[in-house]
């Protein structure tokens, strides 16, 4: 079994639609929880990190499930700049080690 | 101002070169990382340094070499390329011990190996 796990899409939705995406993770000692969104061609960058209690940024609600080992990355009125691969990473800190694990990613296409 | 540099952006080589990618971060943290993005987008961690010492080093073949010269640099030299080497490298960097460990990524280096 993967450690992160995505629905890899892709996701195509017109302009101003909701989307969800999930992620399941493998390891219960992970300690802390991100969505990175990676252009095409570019480098990944940090969207949000992702508590227990939930988080909202504008259009972007993130979600944990501990219980579960479940995060979700709500966007609502999508907007065609955010096409891009969003990535769902756990990282896990184990003594001294410090490591983040990337799920595969899911391709979200907005179209107009 | 470029968080997290990397040079050079593009690189082609032939088979059983060296070749060494270099990366700077001004934020200030004190851990970077290598990662390889292969062609099928998987993003996975080479190595972590810590204030210039080594922290984790996954399965990767000793021909790859990371060089820590200060907290601010992290260099990665590979010998003897083979076609497999083909990828983005990303380096990346955190502050070790400020939850919830955020890394921060450079720009990639584009490596293929002919």
């Known amino acids: 079994r993967k450690e992160v796990e995505q629905d890899p899409g892709p996701f195509n939705v017109p302009e101003g639609a909701t989307v969800a995406f999930n992620c399941t993770y493998s390891n219960s000692a992970s300690q802390s929880f991100f969505w990175y969104r990676q252009d095409c061609r570019k480098e990944p960058k940090l969207l949000m990190s992702?508590?227990?209690s939930g988080n909202e940024d504008g259009r972007f609600t993130a979600q944990l499930n501990r219980a579960s080992q479940y995060i979700s990355l709500l966007i609502r009125d999508s907007k065609l700049s955010d096409s891009a691969t969003y990535l769902c990473?756990?990282?896990?800190?184990?003594?001294?080690?410090?490591?983040?694990?990337f799920g595969t990613g899911t391709l979200l296409a907005v179209q107009p | 101002d470029t968080a997290v540099s990397q040079t050079p952006k593009y690189l082609v080589t032939q088979m059983g070169n060296d070749k060494s990618i270099k990366c700077e971060q001004n934020?200030?943290?004190?851990?970077m990382y290598w990662y390889k993005q292969d062609s099928k987008k998987f993003l996975k961690i080479m190595f972590s340094?810590?204030?210039?010492?080594?922290?984790i080093n996954e399965t990767v073949p000793n021909r790859f070499s990371p060089k820590s010269p200060d907290k601010a640099h992290l260099n990665l030299h590979i010998n003897s390329l083979e076609l497999g080497d083909s990828a983005v490298y990303f380096c990346?960097?955190?502050?070790?011990?400020?939850?919830?460990?955020?890394?921060?990524f450079g720009p990639g280096t584009r490596l293929t190996v002919t």
């Open positions: 990473v756990v990282n896990m800190v184990r003594g001294a080690t410090n490591k983040l694990i």
């Open positions: 990346a960097s955190s502050q070790w011990e400020v939850f919830p460990y955020e890394q921060y």
């Open positions: 340094y810590n204030n210039k010492e080594l922290i």
């Open positions: 992702v508590y227990s």
């Open positions: 934020l200030g943290h004190d851990t």
